[in-house]
């Protein structure tokens, strides 16, 4: 079998290495536009404040793939697919490539606003290792003090957290009520605003961007309010847009992502696609656990294991936000409750916040935000558990 990987992000090195795992004669071809093998994103902050080096980045070096005997093309772009013909296209090469079986993992873009003045020197989003680069070399070029984070979700948050230790003055700029609406509630939301305030980070809230001060350089932002604040440096982390170009271009069906059915197949059935680009059942995933999950539903199908359908991830977000243990299972709890129960252990002094919801005895939702292990709520997590071991595992 001749198997082609578009992105090797986190699901296509994932659908890599588990259909290698399934044949160890199938032909695999990863080809990525970047010139880096697979390195983790959630470290590219820490990156840019001289704390990681590039090779403490990269997860899978090209060594791992040559022992799992996986063509790795690093810095070639899949310019087009023809699904009638199963083959696809590498810009500037004439030669065609056929396959099998494709996987689409082109993962997602991070969402960027023009403005009025789209030329203006200073302005950045963290994606890649490319960005980041260009980010280090302007803070240093220009010697900046004053930058602006737009958006308050987990990156933005963590690469504020990290341009802090550089001894920046940082602000975020977040549109909701309060931050990380996604994985918390606004109470806990609150004590990790305060949190990051006794970190010398500036939290603006409710708030939103109408205009980006400066002709050529960023001189600052003005306000939906009115209000204007002097920045030299604005960054744009307000989430991600799938990369679904090829797949449109090639016919398939897609809206705001790429259209999958439950085994991850698109409108091609010898075309799957896995992570940031799809979308199922309406929704954008996102994270790395769809991601890991997707992938290896797809391949258990395309190697004939009948896997279960896919049904869609339970929201799981488990990192060290700013320096604080946050782990964000299910749902977070909602002002009215109804037929549910919210079960909590919160202490402001020391920034702990463990508030469990269930419905029906089932664990719904976890967010345990400070020190204290989260597996058991993991992995109990739609599951029915004992009420008293549940009251204990909030206060461990």
């Known amino acids: ?93 004439q030669e065609l490539e056929k396959y099998d079986k494709l996987f689409i993992a082109t993962g997602s873009n991070a969402r960027f606003l023009p403005f009025d003045n789209p030329s203006v020197e200073g302005m950045f989003t963290l994606r890649n290792i490319k960005d980041a680069d260009e980010i280090k070399r302007f803070i240093e070029k220009n010697r900046v003090k004053d930058v602006l984070i737009i958006g308050g979700g987990l990156l933005g948050i963590e690469l504020g957290y990290h341009l802090r230790e550089l001894n920046l003055n940082v602000s975020i700029c977040e549109i909701s009520n309060y931050l990380l609406p996604r994985q918390l509630d606004e109470g806990t939301s609150k004590l990790l605003q305060k949190y990051l305030e006794s970190k010398g980070i500036n939290i603006i809230c409710g708030q939103s961007v109408s205009e980006v001060l400066g002709k050529d350089q960023v001189e600052g932002i003005r306000l939906k309010s009115g209000k204007s604040i002097k920045f030299q440096m604005i960054l744009q982390q307000m989430g991600i847009i799938p990369e679904i170009s090829i797949a449109k271009n090639a016919g398939l069906d897609t809206e705001r992502g790429i259209l999958v059915n439950e085994y991850l197949q698109t409108s091609d059935p010898d075309i799957l696609a896995v992570g940031d680009c799809v979308q199922f059942n309406g929704l954008i995933w996102g994270i790395i656990p769809a991601s890991i999950e997707q992938s290896k539903i797809a391949v258990q199908y395309v190697f004939g294991q009948n896997p279960e359908p896919y049904l869609g991830t339970f929201w799981n977000t488990r990192l060290k936000i700013a320096g604080l243990k946050l782990s964000c299972f299910g749902e977070p709890p909602t002002d009215q409750l109804g037929e549910e129960q919210l079960l909590e252990n919160i202490d402001e002094d020391s920034f702990i916040c463990r508030k469990v919801t269930l419905e029906n005895n089932k664990i719904k939702g976890a967010i345990l935000m400070g020190p204290g292990k989260d597996s058991f709520f993991l992995n109990n997590l739609g599951k029915e558990v004992d009420k008293e071991e549940l009251k204990r595992k909030i206060y461990e």
């Open 1 to 93: 079998m001749k198997i082609i990987i578009i992105g090797n992000g986190i699901a296509g090195q994932t659908v890599a290495d588990l259909a290698r795992k399934q044949d160890p004669n199938a032909l695999i071809d990863i080809y990525s536009k970047e010139l880096y093998p697979y390195y983790s994103r959630i470290f590219l902050p820490q990156y840019i404040a001289n704390e990681k080096s590039l090779d403490n980045l990269i997860v899978r070096n090209e060594k791992w793939f040559e022992e799992k005997n996986i063509n790795l093309h690093l810095g070639i772009e899949v310019e087009t697919i023809f699904p009638q013909k199963k083959q696809i296209k590498l810009k500037n090469q």
